[in-house]
């Protein structure tokens, strides 16, 4: 069943730009979609150690350090701010992109991080799916303006599998977006890579029209991708120091065409590297859909917002069309066989259909928020609201039903919670879509991920830990 509706969507003008909250687990869902028809993907990896490099912000012209660390599976790559109070984080995902010119940026938590989508690639490009990033500054450093010094410290680091299968997203059907002559899209291609077209058509003759295909592996990115570096005109600059920005970056950083055509003070790596280095970019900016995507993606005059575009349309539409697949098919539990794998029953029992299920992996369900619920009595009158907790428990009984009674050996207990956030109001009405996805399942112990939605919008998230009750049967016949 097609995952995609292809549609053309226009690119919204900065003025128009809205940070949206959207879920990731969805997205995350959705790859499980895919896995589940018959394929079969490599583990997750992340670091195998800590891996540092220095250097200076291009567009403050601060010292910045950023360090690798490793991360736990399922958590994607997260931005860590160590200047600020309380270490901020902020989530490499497409809902936290806000508009910068030229670069891209994240904002979530009252921080924001800059010129993210070199450091993003090399991570993405090696294969990486779940990393911290630590930074002591708005910006990462800019460096030789390549990926090259993130992926040497990185390999020199480490990388090592996680046990858990990567779960990437596999294009059926195409989706574009466009903004004037500049296009690009992504359509179904290699099931098991990612494949890049690029067509650079830059207005000054000084670089002119290139053209590159290439498809995106790990040694591949290392040895033919990762060392293109940013290019820029000599006019461009010297307007961008007229502004205050990159006053400590000079020509041995980065490639600056002269109106002749010359490359000031340095030299090409690649005869078409600046070509190569917008396949960069974009490997930077796809990373933003918060799993890998498999398909292959056409680019022509394409720009770091119009990538994060053709990102945000992917996410919207695979939303749309995993969520009405899952309403159209028959559930995978009703409510009697949920109340045979959960000891909870009426008025507690808080899940009314599992719609989607991978044992100890991964649970769609949902909850029908209706006017008579016997907690909307008392919270509150006249403005009824399903009370937090309550959403959460909903998320425990579902992250319950999702280690399937420990393949008969008993039923999950929550034990401790992290992370707990509550982002909106529940009503009578909505439906609640509970998602969690198994982080860590072991013999007697479960550390969940679970997050609840209502209109794709994140009404509560936690992180729980679960172990195994021996005493499921006796619970379950009470």
Same mark, same amino acid.
């Given at each position: 069943?097609?995952?995609l509706?292809?549609?053309?969507?226009?690119?919204?003008?900065?003025?128009?730009?809205?940070?949206?909250?959207?879920?990731?687990?969805?997205?995350?869902?959705?790859?499980?979609?895919?896995?589940?028809?018959?394929?079969?993907?490599?583990?997750?990896?992340?670091?195998?150690?800590?891996?540092?490099?220095?250097?200076?912000?291009?567009?403050?012209?601060?010292?910045?350090?950023?360090?690798?660390?490793?991360?736990?599976?399922?958590?994607?790559?997260?931005?860590?701010?160590?200047?600020?109070?309380?270490?901020?984080?902020?989530?490499?995902?497409?809902?936290?992109?806000?508009?910068?010119?030229?670069?891209?940026?994240?904002?979530?938590? @009252?921080?924001t991080?800059?010129?993210?989508?070199? !450091?993003?690639?090399?991570?993405? $490009?090696?294969? &990486? #799916? %779940?990393a911290?990033?630590?930074?002591?500054?708005?910006?990462?450093?800019?460096?030789?303006?390549?990926?090259?010094?993130?992926?040497?410290?990185?390999?020199?680091?480490?990388?090592?599998?996680?046990?858990?299968?990567?779960?990437?997203?596999?294009?059926?059907?195409?989706?574009?977006?466009?903004?004037?002559?500049?296009?690009v899209?992504?359509?179904?291609?290699?099931?098991?890579?990612?494949?890049?077209?690029?067509?650079?058509?830059?207005?000054?003759p000084?670089?002119?029209?290139?053209?590159?295909?290439?498809?995106?592996?790990?040694?591949?990115?290392?040895?033919?991708?990762?060392?293109?570096?940013t290019?820029?005109?000599?006019?461009?600059?010297?307007?961008?120091?007229?502004?205050?920005? @990159?006053?400590?970056?000079?020509?041995?950083?980065? !490639?600056?065409?002269?109106?002749? $055509?010359?490359? &000031? #003070? %340095?030299?090409?790596r690649?005869?078409?590297?600046?070509?190569?280095?917008?396949?960069?970019?974009?490997?930077?900016?796809?990373?933003?859909?918060?799993?890998?995507?498999?398909?292959?993606?056409?680019?022509?005059?394409?720009?770091?917002?119009?990538?994060?575009?053709?990102?945000?349309?992917?996410?919207?539409?695979?939303?749309?069309?995993?969520?009405?697949?899952?309403?159209?098919?028959?559930?995978?539990?009703?409510?009697?066989?949920?109340?045979?794998?959960?000891?909870?029953?009426?008025?507690?029992?808080?899940?009314?259909?599992?719609?989607?299920?991978?044992?100890?992996?991964?649970?769609?369900?949902?909850?029908?928020v209706?006017?008579?619920?016997?907690?909307?009595?008392?919270?509150?009158? @006249?403005?009824?609201?399903?009370?937090?907790?309550?959403?959460?428990?909903?998320?425990?009984?579902?992250?319950?039903?999702?280690?399937?009674?420990?393949?008969?050996?008993?039923?999950?207990?929550?034990?401790?919670?992290?992370?707990?956030?509550?982002r909106?109001?529940?009503?009578?009405?909505?439906?609640?879509?509970?998602?969690?996805?198994?982080?860590?399942?072991?013999?007697?112990?479960?550390?969940?991920?679970?997050?609840?939605?209502?209109?794709?919008?994140i009404a509560?998230?936690?992180?729980?830990?679960?172990?195994?009750?021996?005493?499921?049967?006796?619970?379950?016949?009470?």
């Amino acid at each position: 069943m097609p995952l995609l509706l292809s549609r053309e969507h226009p690119v919204p003008k900065d003025e128009d730009v809205v940070v949206k909250q959207v879920s990731s687990s969805l997205v995350d869902a959705v790859a499980t979609f895919n896995h589940s028809r018959g394929k079969k993907f490599p583990e997750q990896r992340t670091l195998a150690g800590d891996a540092e490099v220095t250097g200076i912000g291009f567009v403050s012209g601060a010292d910045v350090t950023v360090r690798f660390r490793p991360a736990e599976p399922e958590s994607g790559i997260i931005f860590v701010r160590t200047d600020l109070p309380n270490h901020p984080r902020i989530p490499a995902h497409i809902s936290r992109v806000v508009e910068r010119q030229r670069r891209t940026a994240l904002s979530a938590n @009252g921080a924001t991080v800059e010129m993210t989508e070199h !450091l993003l690639a090399a991570l993405v $490009g090696l294969g &990486i #799916d %779940n990393a911290i990033v630590e930074l002591d500054a708005p910006e990462a450093p800019g460096v030789d303006g390549s990926s090259k010094p993130f992926v040497d410290a990185i390999l020199a680091a480490g990388i090592v599998p996680q046990g858990i299968p990567r779960r990437p997203f596999v294009l059926f059907e195409s989706a574009s977006v466009k903004d004037g002559d500049a296009l690009v899209a992504a359509h179904p291609g290699p099931e098991e890579h990612l494949a890049i077209t690029f067509n650079l058509d830059y207005p000054d003759p000084a670089i002119g029209k290139q053209s590159l295909t290439v498809t995106i592996t790990p040694e591949f990115f290392r040895d033919e991708i990762a060392s293109a570096r940013t290019f820029i005109l000599e006019r461009e600059i010297e307007f961008l120091r007229s502004q205050g920005l @990159g006053t400590r970056s000079t020509a041995r950083d980065l !490639l600056v065409f002269g109106e002749d $055509g010359t490359l &000031i #003070d %340095n030299e090409l790596r690649y005869p078409d590297e600046c070509v190569r280095h917008k396949i960069l970019d974009v490997i930077g900016d796809l990373a933003l859909f918060g799993r890998r995507l498999h398909g292959h993606v056409l680019a022509h005059r394409s720009g770091h917002r119009l990538n994060a575009a053709l990102v945000r349309e992917i996410t919207e539409q695979s939303q749309i069309e995993y969520e009405r697949r899952l309403l159209t098919d028959a559930p995978v539990m009703d409510s009697s066989q949920i109340e045979q794998t959960i000891p909870h029953r009426f008025p507690f029992m808080l899940v009314d259909q599992v719609l989607e299920l991978s044992p100890n992996q991964h649970i769609v369900a949902i909850k029908n928020v209706t006017y008579n619920e016997p907690f909307f009595t008392g919270h509150w009158p @006249g403005k009824k609201v399903m009370p937090g907790v309550l959403i959460i428990e909903s998320l425990a009984q579902a992250a319950g039903i999702m280690v399937m009674q420990w393949q008969g050996r008993g039923y999950g207990m929550v034990v401790s919670m992290d992370h707990v956030k509550l982002r909106r109001p529940v009503v009578p009405g909505d439906r609640l879509w509970l998602e969690c996805v198994g982080v860590r399942v072991k013999d007697k112990t479960a550390i969940i991920k679970t997050t609840a939605r209502v209109n794709r919008q994140i009404a509560a998230e936690a992180e729980m830990r679960f172990v195994r009750n021996d005493q499921s049967d006796e619970l379950l016949s009470a």
